[in-house]
Each structure stands twice: as structure tokens, then as C-alpha cells.
């Protein structure tokens, strides 16, 4: 009893630990309780101590006593001593109910284990058996669990699937958040019946999204556009009423707030809740790391650290994470220019947890935001002259799936569009 009382005592503390557990570990009162915990959880995204105790004077007071008692239980274990200890007692009680049947045959006793090991709960061994089957049918459904977003330079060194954390990072100006929404543009797009899709802004309204967007549907800026409507033009008009249709259908949440570390774990494991929910592939965009409250210069390394961990278990659940991360301003030094201030990870700010924990990393680099048109460069022993204008070089600087290396597209920042490069902007110098 004292185990499970430090059970639902530790998730109404801390309520990211509420999917860990499940029904069946609990027996009794404790198992009903259990069940309106996550009833709340659900229905709300929140259960507390409070709120429970006021829905359980409202509709179900015979639970009061029992609640008194969790609510003042101070546990003299951890939460994962406790779990382990009812794992192993669900254990216990799964073999002690199914050999009480009458075993007559070899087949029939075969049968009883095999259902016995499908319901075992492990906590201290790994199934390898089970891991190397997932593996393999990975490998033979790879294509099934990966998101293309039809820019072939993108989609033959980028993998956008399950269990991958992204961050993009690039120098202010760069093209990150017209870059994110044209990757949330075109997978919403293609996948609306698969995904479910959170844009964290810590730093850009609803509506300012959604006027990019728009930009990129109607393939004007958001000044012409509104010039356009102000003026009555009805090709414009007609435009801004099939996007409203188009982004109905989108699997899109936005929420623009402030969010601190405590409340980023509750926010994601809600989304994969819900995305679950509806057998989809939950896609997280944050916008970006530097904007989570609590980032002062004292404490940033650390919350840094707490955050891309957040993002790292978002993914191991099976979501995709994309953190877009800004670049340390001494890039800019003048000892760069040689190098056209091309980025890499050793500019990201606390780069140490940003570059262990994510699984690619891609910088934005546009020489020509900085004055120049043409550069030649290397890459591979391999020299290169590019026509910078209107192209962007996405710089991949840690990939866990595929080869590292640059990938060069056209771009319009102005209105969040990208595509493949005109082959004509890049040319080779010189092989060795």
C-alpha cells in the first residue's frame, strides 16, 4: 500500500510521470483513484493536488480519506524505487492468476508462459529479442516512418522520422524561423492525416505566423498583401480565402507564451498524449532555445542542458524535435571573413548539451546577407564557386543517419520560400 501511496504522490508532484504508469499496477481504491488522476490529466493537461481534492468533493467523496492520506505521505523512497517494486508485484500477481488454470497438455502449458512472458513488465533486463526485431523492420519499412518534404537535396542527407532531434541554428537574420515555417508549411501539407504539429514561439504571435504563412501561399510579402486587400484586389482576396480553407486542415498548434524548464516537460508529453491519441507522429518546433524562461547568464548552461534533455526524451517517445538555437555573436569577428563567417557548432551557445544530445545539425548560412555575392569555398577537395544571391547554404554539421556536408538551395527569405538550386549558381573549380 505505502509503494503506490508514493506512487500517486510523486505524479500529482510531477505529472510527465503519469504515462510511465498504468492501471494495472494498482489494486483497489488506489487503482480508481489512479484512474481519476489521469481522467483529470487528460481532460485538462494538468492534475494537482488541489484540483483533485476538489473534484473528489463534487463527485466522488468516498475517495476523501484515502486522498488525505497520499496528499500528507512523505515517502522515504525515490519514485523509480517505488515503480520497480510495484513492477515486480504486478509481475508477481500476472503468473500467480494464469497458473491457477488446469494445464492437461505441453501446447496448453505453452500457450499459459507465452501469455505470461506478453504481459511480463520488465524493469531490470532488455528484450533484445524484441529490439532486434524493431530493427530490422525499420530497416525494411524505413520509408513508412520518414517525412520527405520533396526538395531531393534535403531528403537524400536529412532524416525527418521518428526518434531524430534537429537543431537549426544560424546568426541573427540568418533566414531560422522562415526556414521553420517552411518546413512546417510543406509537412503539414503533405502529411495532414499523419502528424500532429506544436510550434513553441517564445518569441513570435499566432498571427505573425500565420501572416508567413499566408506569405508563402500567396508568394507576396505581407506588405504587398495587405497593400493588395486594402485596395480590393480580388485575385488577392480569392488567394487569402483558399488559404483559410487549405490551413483549416493543417495538424498545427501554435502556442505563443512564456514557458520556463518546469513547464516545457508537461507542455511536450501532453502533445505526445494527444498525438497518440490519434496514431500520429508528434512534431515539435521550438523557436528557440535562448527564450525559455529562466535563461539568464547565470543559469543558461545549465537550463540549456534541461531543455534539449527535454527535447531528447520527446523524441525517444517518438516525436520528432526541431530547436532552433542562435549563434554566438563573435562569429561576426573580422578574423571569419576569409571564411565568409560560415557557421559551425563551435558558435552555438552551450553548445556542450546542444551538440551531444541532438541527432543532426544544421546551420543557415547566406554570404550574401553579409555583402557577398559571389564566394569560392572547398569542400570534399573540391573548389567551388557559388553565386550567393538569393541562395542559402544549409551546413550540416553533425548528421547521426548520413554523411555530413553542405546542401546550397534558392531562397527567398522575404517570403519563406526555398527550393532546389539553379544548377547554374554553382560551379566547379577545381577537383582534386
Not at 80 to 85: D, G, L, P
Not at 103 to 131: C, G, H, P, Q, W
Not at 364 to 379: A, K, S, T
Request: aromatic share 10%; charged share 30%.
Amino acid at each position: 500500500m505505502e509503494v503506490y501511496k508514493s506512487l500517486l504522490n510523486s505524479i500529482l508532484k510531477d505529472n510527465t510521470k503519469i504515462s510511465l504508469l498504468f492501471e494495472d499496477i494498482f489494486e483497489g481504491i488506489l487503482r480508481e483513484l489512479f484512474i481519476i488522476v489521469k481522467k483529470l490529466y487528460y481532460q485538462d493537461n494538468l492534475v494537482t493536488f488541489y484540483t483533485l481534492e476538489h473534484y473528489l468533493v463534487n463527485n466522488a467523496n468516498k475517495y476523501l480519506a484515502v486522498f488525505n492520506s497520499i496528499q500528507n505521505y512523505s515517502s522515504s523512497i525515490t519514485f523509480q524505487e517505488a515503480y520497480t517494486i510495484a513492477i515486480k508485484e504486478y509481475n508477481k500477481r500476472v503468473f500467480k492468476d494464469l497458473f491457477k488454470k488446469d494445464v492437461s497438455s505441453d501446447i496448453e502449458l505453452y500457450e499459459l508462459v507465452s501469455e505470461a512472458l506478453y504481459k511480463f513488465r520488465r524493469v531490470d533486463t532488455f528484450n533484445l529479442d524484441e529490439y532486434v526485431d524493431k530493427a530490422i523492420h525499420n530497416l525494411i519499412c524505413e520509408d513508412n516512418s520518414k517525412y520527405p518534404i520533396g526538395i531531393k537535396e534535403i531528403d537524400n542527407c536529412i532524416d525527418i522520422s521518428p526518434d531524430r532531434f534537429i537543431t537549426i541554428g544560424g546568426a541573427s537574420g540568418s533566414g531560422k524561423t522562415a526556414f521553420t515555417i517552411f518546413l512546417i508549411d510543406r509537412l503539414c501539407s503533405l502529411y495532414e492525416d499523419s502528424i500532429d504539429v506544436l510550434f513553441l514561439s517564445l518569441e513570435m504571435s499566432e498571427e505573425r505566423i500565420i501572416n508567413r504563412l499566408l506569405s508563402l501561399y500567396a508568394e507576396e510579402t505581407t506588405r504587398v498583401i495587405r497593400k493588395k486587400l486594402k485596395s480590393g484586389d480580388e485575385h488577392m482576396l480569392n488567394k487569402v480565402l483558399d488559404f483559410k480553407n487549405k490551413i483549416k486542415k493543417y495538424p498545427l498548434e501554435i502556442l505563443y507564451t512564456e514557458l520556463d524548464i518546469h513547464k516545457i516537460d508537461v507542455v511536450l508529453q501532453t502533445h505526445i498524449n494527444k498525438a497518440k491519441s490519434k496514431n500520429r507522429t508528434p512534431i515539435l518546433f521550438l523557436d528557440h532555445f535562448g527564450e525559455v524562461v529562466g535563461l539568464d547568464e547565470y543559469s543558461s548552461k545549465t537550463n540549456t542542458d534541461k531543455i534539449t534533455m527535454a527535447m531528447k526524451n520527446y523524441v525517444k517517445k517518438g516525436g520528432i524535435g526541431f530547436g532552433l538555437t542562435q549563434l554566438r555573436k563573435d562569429l561576426k569577428d573580422k578574423r571569419n571573413k576569409e571564411t565568409y563567417y560560415k557557421p559551425s557548432n563551435s558558435y552555438i551557445m552551450n553548445s556542450q548539451s546542444v551538440e551531444a544530445r541532438s541527432d543532426i545539425i544544421l546551420h543557415l548560412w547566406r554570404p550574401e546577407q553579409d555583402g557577398f555575392e559571389d564566394i569560392v569555398y572547398e569542400e570534399n577537395n573540391t573548389m567551388y564557386s557559388v553565386d550567393c544571391r538569393n541562395s542559402i547554404c544549409i551546413v550540416n554539421d553533425k548528421n547521426r543517419d548520413n554523411e555530413k556536408g553542405d546542401i546550397w538551395l534558392n531562397c527567398d527569405i522575404s517570403i519563406n520560400k526555398f527550393d532546389s538550386i539553379d544548377k547554374k549558381k554553382i560551379r566547379v573549380i577545381e577537383a582534386q
